[in-house]
DNA sequence: CTGAAAGCGCTAACAA
DNA sequence: TTGTTAGCGCTTTCAG
């Protein structure tokens, strides 16, 4: 029954045990397989919180890519809690996983280094530690955040603030250094751009933060959002100060998320490939698990800029000093 | 080392073979346990498209309780293809779960019955079946859309129009039923009260849906939406017809997806307890695994309606013949 | 090239 | 109350 070893059987004797499992309904079990091969053919998958509109996404992507090689994809869900992460992993190794993606990494998160130590197969998607330890897929959110504060530079913006999300993810570091970095090229001192940081990627969380920035700091032409909740709260803390998007302030977020595109004004944002990235991170593994070649360096997959009506030239005069 | 016989075995030798197996660092097997006991602990959980914004949240629920109950959530996603969901429930079987959980059900789906009829536990959520099958757990729909025909009827309105989903969902007949039923309550002939149907519960096929509503019958004052997705639709076709929401047409949802409250106008519309839904369909199929009572019937959660700016009172002589 | 047998790690039934 | 044993269904090794 074996198809690797065809060929190396008599057709007829083959023949007559394809039929004869046929007749008699059988079906392999996969358990006693697990056991004996000592591989689950299941691979975990650690999330942070599938309620947030990126990871369905994201999730789907590696499904269908571990659908496709015939592998289980068992979800665990950490609730945004760093310390439930470690009880996920060892929960995922407990059953037997073969391999681990980990959308839930926290900067310094100790699981990373000790999968790695361990030898477990395992990949990271969007979300990296600080040490580089397993390979990581995820958009190229550099790229990404380049091109917003080019498209803001170039609309004559040069008093651009950037409203952070919480320090201890890797997207929030990388997105601020772009920032810093595309700022500095554009001609501007990074030093002088004034930056706030969000307890949490979320509306809630952004707006206290975002008024704050806006009354303290009435200079500035532009808001660079760390991803598109904070550019919602951003919305709503300017639209109780009655400032108007863009003749105000322009505003740009980072994500593309559902419905941002139907506001008013029409966010201005980055797009990520969530579904291929979720594919990525999956294939990765895939090749890992297959003892193929494989990156042990980070995968990033291009993001693309989507211009609406948030962002527009400052009004006259606001770059008087 | 088994809790289960504490008691039944001399306190001393059972210390002896704790401390032991710590010293040893035993760790049962699970896949082995498995074999023997023909338990895998895993539960099958089927998903129609898990970048819905509706459905994160329901795997969410699910995914907390079975692992509070220590069992695994096994994921499929069928892409919203019908097709796909008797090889996803096949694969899963033949995983060997111990039970399942299908969001993904169309009404005349055969695969419930055949479930049924294996006596495999399983439990639908969100979606049922045209003949009742297996227990249901979703939220009470009726109720919800008859919050909203009442909103707007106090409100004045008395030529309603309905845009609904795709017929071969559970939800949409549910929606368009109580819709009926509710005009009929409030004293208009149903008979007389436009519906469409959209192909999907997704903006772009409810455009152009809308859009020839709106210029067929241009004497309606509100629409009822299948979902928000819907309404969202409703509302690109009325921006390029030029009609004013609410003046010139009131507008509802279902749902309440995130960011609908945040458009210009606020969607009125109704919240379901997502999270709530999936913790109960697991709880559900956790009662049923365990061999206690169970219900066997519909599970309806308790809906919400969340009046935003999208109604008012239609403008006066609106209603004139 | 084919058939038989051992054993993966566990649990449940049984004997002591 | 404790220790022993058979066997879950498969794969892999070894003998025929």
Redesign the interface.
Known sequence: LDPARAGRVADATAARVARSAAELGY?P????R??RTRR???VG?VVP?????V???I??GI??VL?GAGL??????T?NDAGREADAVA?QR???CDGLILASVTRHSPVPVALMAAGVPAVLVTRGTDEPTLPLVSSDDATGVTALVGHLAALGHRRIAYLAGPPDVSTTVTRLGAFRAACERAGLDPGELPVRSCAAYT?AAAEPVAADLLSSQPEITAVVAGNDMIA?GC??AMERMSLRCPEDLSLVGFND????G???PGLTTVSIP??EIGAAAASLLLDRLAGRSFTTAAVLLPTSLVVRASTSAPRPGALAP
Do not use: H, T, Y
């Open positions: 079906v079990d996969r358990i006693a697990s056991l689950s053919g299941m998958v919180d599938l309620a947030n509109p990871v369905g996404p999730v789907r499904e269908s659908w289980a994809c068992v979800l665990v869900d609730d929960g407990d059953r037997g509306v919602v919305l709503a998320m559902p419905l941002v139907r506001l008013k969530q579904r």
